[in-house]
T-cell receptor, first 113, second 112 residues
């Protein structure tokens, strides 16, 4: 089955640590995205990538980093510079072009302890 | 600056009733308007989408109404069922060119 897989489902981080969230897709989609979801805030764009080896900052990129070395993979690193990292993180992918819908993963819930 | 404003924040509807969620946008260059449905602990799933060349699109019990002059679009859920209880997000983009911008979401509860 084609889809998008995020891991882990739950992640706990100590203050000052960097953590990396995994996102893998086998849909042959060119574009991939990371969104952050907080209660009452909707989905806010962190980073996105439309082709391999290229990515752009979204609205809330500070304290986060990404890489896109393979078409299938778009990992997100939450660095110690992110002041309030506790949130639900969603990865999505889509085809490029005129009409497209996003396929979302099931999310990773990150908690700072 | 919130590019897509969604209302209400929460909604309670009786089973069999009509659920209506509204969104307004600022950027007149937006030309793709999807709605997503999200259940707790899951990622959002595409429900229905519309482009500005039509004023209405219907898929089963779900209908999008689009008013280009008012820069508004809405989701209507006919014959609402308890299984429709979820959070709904509207979104907008310049298709093929920019990432989706999402509204803040509406938590729908359908009660028997």
């Amino acid at each position: 089955d084609g889809g998008i897989t995020q891991s882990p489902k739950y992640l706990f981080r100590k203050e000052g640590q960097n953590v990396t969230l995994s996102c893998e897709q086998n849909l042959n989609h060119d574009a991939m995205y990371w969104y952050r979801q907080d209660p009452g805030q909707g989905l806010r764009l962190i980073y996105y990538s439309q082709i391999v080896n290229d990515f752009q900052k979204g609205d809330i990129a500070e304290g986060y980093s990404v890489s896109r070395e393979k078409k299938e993979s778009f990992p997100l690193t939450v660095t110690s510079a992110q002041k309030n990292p506790t949130a639900f993180y969603l990865c999505a992918s889509s085809r490029r072009g005129e009409d497209y819908g996003y396929t979302f993963g099931s999310g990773t819930r990150l908690t700072v302890v | 600056q919130q590019q897509v404003k969604q209302s209400p924040q929460s909604l309670i509807v009786q089973k069999g009733g009509i659920s209506i969620i509204n969104c307004a946008y600022e950027n007149t260059a937006f030309d793709y308007f999807p709605w997503y449905q999200q259940f707790p602990g899951k990622g959002p799933a595409l429900l229905i989408a519309i482009r500005p060349d039509v004023s209405e699109k219907k898929e089963g019990r779900f209908t999008i109404s689009f008013n280009k002059s008012a820069k508004q679009f809405s989701l209507h859920i006919m014959d609402s069922q308890p299984g429709d209880s979820a959070t709904y997000f509207c979104a907008a983009s310049i298709s093929g060119n920019t990432p989706l911008v999402f509204g803040k979401g509406t938590r729908l509860s359908v009660i028997a």
